[in-house]
């Protein structure tokens, strides 16, 4: 194409190299490689060709080579002597090459970056004692350089974690500022902390740290990031609500660990950190924050722990009265608004009083369309909810019309398909889905394809689509909070039907059904049945992943879960679930570990940079 250059012969030939070189070719490799070394004097490919030298065991010529280069300069690189001494090592003559890695240490010059050249030659060649000793000795020569990171990452290669953790803590007493990266580089490596024996060595040492030098706070914010990543909240909060009181400067982070929580359903932890900050004041600049986040969190821990409560239901409702008389009508507050019309409509049998809520909201100016949008959705709902199917059409095609842009749009034509799918009227419904298996949301167009089939495989088996009509009831029944009747009408079809082929969609809603009743054991039998008899369906991936996460959360059974999001990986890995799956399995693998294998590069989503 005219718009893209050609590659140069040297770029061919260096991609060439690699190409062989990787592919353990090292006979190809070697003369080529040792051309671009003429060229460019990279020490990269010299070492490569030499190592090439090494594999083909010509080591008389690699010596050679190694003492050309050596002659050549004025000053020979310390480099050259390291390479000398690990080809003198792959010989087998270990007091030799002990004499030239120390002659490379002596001819080490006086700047850091001469030593991390050195050291760094040291680690590529995989020598890391030496590599250790060079920052050792650095150290010593160069009083302003403490090489606390370096040291660091070559006692993690010698999984010395004692003094790994003395040099990460010692690095940020000294520098504040490095938190991020000591956070970002122990994240990794507790990857690999298959016993843990790190984990168990960060919290002794951190813990005695803390109590040596109270003043180093980096050591706190370093315990509070431990705790987090080991979920505890509760742990975690404690921590960070003492530094708090200290320091005064700890609230972004407070919410931020409430927000961490409450991504993790643990509402009660979410609450607490939440709670605190409430606790300042409605002075304090995070009050109105603070405010919505809790009330966020009560309105999801209502749903999922006491959906049919009605007095906790209307203790609730009477803190969103408050949140509109605290904060008003706002696009702040539309989260807010729609929480709160949706806790009156669908659980406390309020419609009018949540129909003029999100009117209200409707007032407010200079809203975004998709803002606009979702205020008319949850309208919407409530129609279909109160058995008004033609205003909820209405609004759904004014919602549609006015969010072409943005992805609400599709997802309300998914919720106008849908109820034409409760009325019966399965043709328009499959061919308005049919069209948003396009969608760009990959689980909008996974549950408009999951609709489709349902209707096409029911349909073309029985044509009278009385079972089909029966389940579709079902499914509004669920919808409108009715779960009774759903379970009823789910049970009738087996009755009347017993051979009709809706058996593992049947088994599914029940298991939705259960979950929403807190029978979690029962939700939890009628998902696995799916998994073992219909794990080639459709809804194969659904239920292995909904029981996934109810062993998680739920059932409080993590081996379980971390063996079901496992499961995930390898038995669907094309799921719109695999994602999520791959890292709520490396979450739990930090707190329960398990072998490593030949899968965990998969299983992870990463390459294997150990070579490069």
Request: without cysteine.
């Amino acid at each position: 194409m005219s718009g893209q250059r050609k590659p140069t012969a040297f770029q061919t030939k260096s991609s060439l190299a690699l190409r062989y070189y990787n592919a353990k070719d090292y006979e190809k490799a070697a003369p080529l490689l040792f051309d671009i070394y003429k060229t460019t004097h990279s020490s990269t490919y010299f070492r490569l060709y030499l190592n090439s030298l090494i594999q083909l065991e010509k080591f008389d010529e690699a010596e050679t080579q190694i003492q050309k280069e050596i002659k050549k300069q004025r000053t020979p690189k310390p480099e050259l002597y390291i390479s000398w001494g690990y080809l003198l090592k792959m010989e087998g003559k270990t007091d030799e090459s002990t004499r030239k890695y120390d002659e490379a240490l002596d001819k080490t010059g006086n700047t850091r970056g001469q030593y991390l050249s050195v050291a760094n030659t040291f680690l590529n060649w995989g020598d890391y004692e030496y590599a250790k000793r060079t920052y050792l000795r650095g150290r010593e020569k160069l009083k302003d350089e403490n090489f606390n990171y370096e040291l660091a990452r070559v006692y993690l290669y010698l999984r010395d974690y004692k003094n790994m953790m003395e040099e990460y803590l010692n690095l940020l007493r000294n520098s504040p500022g490095q938190l991020p990266r000591i956070q970002s580089s122990l994240s990794s490596a507790m990857r690999l902390d298959i016993d843990n024996e790190m984990r168990d060595n960060f919290r002794s040492q951190v813990l005695k740290r803390i109590q040596a030098e109270p003043q180093i706070v980096g050591y706190n914010r370093l315990l509070i990031w431990f705790f987090l990543q080991e979920k505890k909240f509760s742990s975690a909060l404690r921590q960070a609500i003492a530094l708090d009181r200290r320091t005064g400067e700890e609230t972004p982070q407070i919410l931020q660990l409430g927000s961490m929580a409450l991504n993790n359903k643990m509402y009660s932890d979410a609450k607490k950190a939440f709670g605190y900050v409430l606790e300042k004041g409605e002075s304090s600049n995070y009050y109105s924050q603070a405010f919505l986040y809790n009330l966020h969190t009560s309105y999801l821990q209502f749903i999922n722990k006491f959906p049919t409560d009605k007095e906790k239901g209307e203790q609730l409702a009477t803190q969103f009265e408050r949140g509109v008389a605290l904060l008003g009508i706002s696009p702040a507050t539309i989260n807010m608004i729609i929480e709160n019309a949706d806790l009156l409509a669908f659980y406390l049998d309020k419609s009018d009083a949540a129909i003029d809520i999100l009117n209200r909201g409707l007032k407010i100016q200079r809203m975004k369309p998709e803002q606009w949008g979702r205020l008319k959705t949850k309208l919407a709902d409530i129609y279909v909810y109160i058995n008004d199917p033609w205003e909820a059409t209405l609004i759904y095609s004014q919602v549609i019309e006015g969010n072409k842009k943005n992805s609400l749009g599709d997802d309300v034509k998914l919720k106008k398909a849908k109820l034409g799918y409760y009325m019966g009227n399965f043709s328009w419904a499959k061919a308005q889905l049919d069209v948003l298996k396009a969608s760009t949301s990959k689980l909008t167009a996974n549950d408009a394809m999951a609709l489709s089939l349902l209707i096409s495989n029911n349909l073309s088996l029985d044509t009278t689509a009385v079972p089909l009509k029966m389940f579709a009831r079902a499914d509004l029944l669920f919808f409108q909070n009715h779960d009774s009747l759903a379970m009823a009408t789910l049970d009738s079809i087996a009755e009347i039907y017993p051979y009709n082929s809706l058996v593992d969609n049947i088994l599914f809603r029940k298991a939705k059904v259960e979950i929403s009743q807190q029978k979690y054991s029962e939700a939890a039998k009628h998902l696995q049945q799916i998994v073992d008899e219909f794990g080639f369906g459709l809804l194969g991936d659904d239920a292995l992943f909904m029981l996934a996460e109810l062993y998680n959360y739920n059932l409080d059974k993590k081996e379980e879960a971390k063996k079901r999001y496992k499961e995930m990986l390898t038995r669907f890995p094309g799921s719109v679930f695999t994602d999520e799956s791959r890292e709520k399995y490396r979450e739990l693998r930090k707190i329960y570990p398990d072998k490593l294998n030949k899968e965990e590069p998969f299983l992870e989503g990463v390459k294997d940079e150990s070579n490069q």
